[in-house]
């Protein structure tokens, strides 16, 4: 597994691959003198520098000294929990050129229909626009029309990565898997936390000192995993921007004290999108919510989620303003972010 992630970076232009290199020995040396901080998430991995969820992209976010690192995990249509930001294929592959027939009738590819051996067919890009082709984030690594020899890799492919960097590095980053859509996953006849949390416990994740937190945006789900099936590791409720979830819980009312203390019960932390914790109005000025306030009261951390560059909160003046609002104003315990450098860097001044 190390000699094919070798491979794949091998592949990368070499400046990145002197970037990676370069970003590696810093990292170490910073190991020496770390001092406590809040911890940086890598999102998706290094997505803001190579095609998300690539074990390549996890590789480079570990080299960048991320505290922990994001696996989004979907089910194969044999149940191998694969990582996946969405429970379509078309987005961030070219499934719909391999596989033209294999869409829904609402014209989307979805991973569960697929074998994993089919999906590993796939060649995976930089994320794109299932209907137009467009970049979404244009000046990432590349186009969706570039050709790559980027896969999606499994969770069991992630976790051996992850833990012989740690062990040839000495740095040891933590993972943060996300249980994706349970309800879904539930009413198409499959259950990925009962597929999942094995996996994790086979692999030293399940303790409430492993280097794991365990995410979830639906509280039916988080509950069922902490108190159906017995799990024992730290788990954090993700709360969206607005409303609902497809368990028909209302996250607007998770953000009150009331919801706080209902979280508090299963869960070890909460996971808020940004405008949970802070916004700007039209001048400029800055606007702090009590939800952090009211986690910490309930003793649960806030890793909010999503420090992007190329794509500020609507009304925030710069990165600089961004990292200050969330964790010198707000007190975020952690972020997750696409650029792990720029947030360590932030840090670190």
């Known amino acids: ?41 890598a999102h998706r991995g290094a997505s803001g520098y190579l095609p998300e969820h690539t074990l390549a992209a ?35 592959s070219d499934v719909a050129t391999r ?35 467009a970049p979404v984030y244009a000046k990432r690594y590349a186009s969706a ?5 980027f896969r999606v890799s499994t969770l069991e492919e992630e976790l051996q990565l992850i833990q012989g960097l740690n062990r040839s590095t000495g740095r040891h980053a933590g993972i943060y898997p996300e249980i994706k859509q349970p309800t879904w996953h539930r009413e198409q006849g499959r259950e990925i936390s009962k597929i999942v949390l094995p996996i994790l416990a086979r692999y030293g994740y399940a303790g409430k000192d492993a280097p794991c937190f365990l995410q979830c945006f639906e509280l039916t789900e988080v509950r069922r995993i902490r108190r159906e099936l017995g ?17 028909g819980v209302d996250h607007d009312r998770l953000c009150t004290a009331a919801g706080i203390k209902e979280i508090a019960e299963v869960a070890d932390g909460i996971g808020p999108a940004i405008g949970r914790v802070v916004t700007w109005t039209a001048t400029g000025e800055r606007k702090v919510s009590d939800l952090v306030k009211l986690a910490h009261e309930a003793k649960l951390v806030v890793h909010g989620y999503t420090i992007r560059l190329d794509e500020l909160p609507k009304g925030c003046p710069g990165s600089d303003e961004l990292h200050a609002a969330l964790f010198r104003g707000a ?19």
């Not at 999906?119 to 137009?132: C, G, H, M, P, S």
Request: with cysteine; net charge neutral.
């Open 145 to 149: 029309a570039s050709p790559s020899e």
């Open 231 to 247: 799990w024992q590791g730290r788990i954090v409720m993700l709360l969206n921007a607005r409303g609902k979830e497809r368990d």
């Open 331 to 349: 007190g975020v315990d952690g972020m997750f972010s696409d650029f792990t450098d720029v947030t360590l860097a932030w840090l670190k001044k």
């Open 1 to 41: 597994m190390l000699m094919r992630t070798v491979n794949a970076l091998h592949r990368l232009q070499a400046g990145s691959y002197l970037l990676w290199l370069g970003a590696a020995m810093v990292c170490s040396a910073l190991a020496v003198a770390a001092e406590p901080r809040p911890l940086v998430i």
């Open 58 to 92: 996890k590789a480079y976010a570990h080299a960048l000294c991320a505290d922990f690192i994001e696996q989004d995990l979907v089910l194969t249509k044999d149940d191998v929990p694969v990582v996946l930001h969405d429970i379509y294929l078309d987005t961030v």
């Open 99 to 133: 596989f033209p027939d294999r869409k829904r009738a609402d014209g989307r590819y979805y991973a569960l229909d697929f074998t994993l051996a089919e999906i590993k067919q796939l060649r995976v890009a930089e994320r794109f626009n299932a209907k137009t082709g």
